[in-house]
């Protein structure tokens, strides 16, 4: 198939990409499930935009067959919906759904930081800073999508240094559907993350002070979901070759 758009570069399909429904996958649909929920969560797939197979199969150069299992691991994940006889669809959280993911953030990060007893490491939060630094420079340059990104990618950094694999599981998956409901709901003019909280919390964690560290991540996911109007906005669509394709540089994945 000539001129595919290129979408895969930077994708490692044996990264550390913290999320259960990667198993099994084969290397070639690892790289899809990862481009694709790379788009949701950096909000350039926006809810309800449909993702036919035919369409996904054309633009990363596979088989429907591939297709459809990844999409069925995105459906595990939650954050696309197959609904039967109507095809696949960026998820659309309910207000019911979004205050029940805020809610769990809140006990799951905040009791996570409660439980720790001794300063993060080093290494830790060295790799936390670097999660800030990438987050700061796309503010800088304008680009939505990957400070939205990299702001998730701080909680599960986090959560990979307080030394629960579990836990990062599960906060990777709730940041993703987070970052859906952030793109339906949040109210216009609101900021989804302050940069400026991560940086407090980094200070705060470097220290022995785990409770004051949990209450700060307690009041930080607390002021996002404030920013949030749970009425539900038409979602826009687009064109999924110029959306999947728009940020790459390789070749396409290929069959094996």
Do not use: W
Not at 169 to 196: E, K, M, P, T, Y
Request: include cysteine; charged fraction near 20%.
């Amino acid at each position: 198939m000539n001129n595919i758009a290129p979408i895969t570069e930077g994708l490692d399909p044996t990264g550390p990409t913290p999320l259960r429904a990667m198993t099994g996958l084969t290397a070639p649909e690892t790289l899809v499930f990862q481009a694709i929920h790379a788009a949701i969560v950096e909000q350039r797939l926006l809810p309800g935009t449909r993702l036919t197979e035919e369409e996904l199969a054309a633009i990363y150069a596979t088989s429907r067959m591939r297709i459809r299992r990844v999409l069925l691991a995105l459906a595990h994940e939650g954050v696309i919906a197959l609904p039967p006889g109507r095809g696949a669809q960026v998820a659309c959280p309910t207000a019911e759904e979004a205050r029940a993911v805020f809610e769990a953030r809140r006990l799951i990060e905040a009791g996570l930081i409660a439980s720790r007893t001794i300063a993060l490491d080093e290494g830790v939060v060295h790799r936390l800073r670097t999660c800030r630094a990438a987050e700061t420079a796309a503010a800088r340059a304008h680009d939505r999508g990957a400070m939205i990104g990299q702001s998730g990618a701080f909680h599960i950094e986090l959560a990979r240094g307080l030394g629960n694999p579990v836990m990062a599981d599960i906060i990777a998956n709730l940041v993703a559907r987070s970052s859906l409901i952030i793109a339906l709901f949040q109210r216009d003019g609101a900021v989804c993350c302050r940069a400026d909280d991560h940086d407090r919390l980094i200070e705060t964690l470097s220290g022995p002070r785990p409770a004051a560290a949990a209450a700060m991540m307690r009041a930080h996911l607390a002021s996002i979901e404030a920013g949030l109007e749970m009425a539900t906005k038409p979602a826009p669509g687009g064109d999924l070759r110029t959306i999947l394709g728009g940020r790459r540089g390789v070749e396409p994945v290929r069959d094996a």
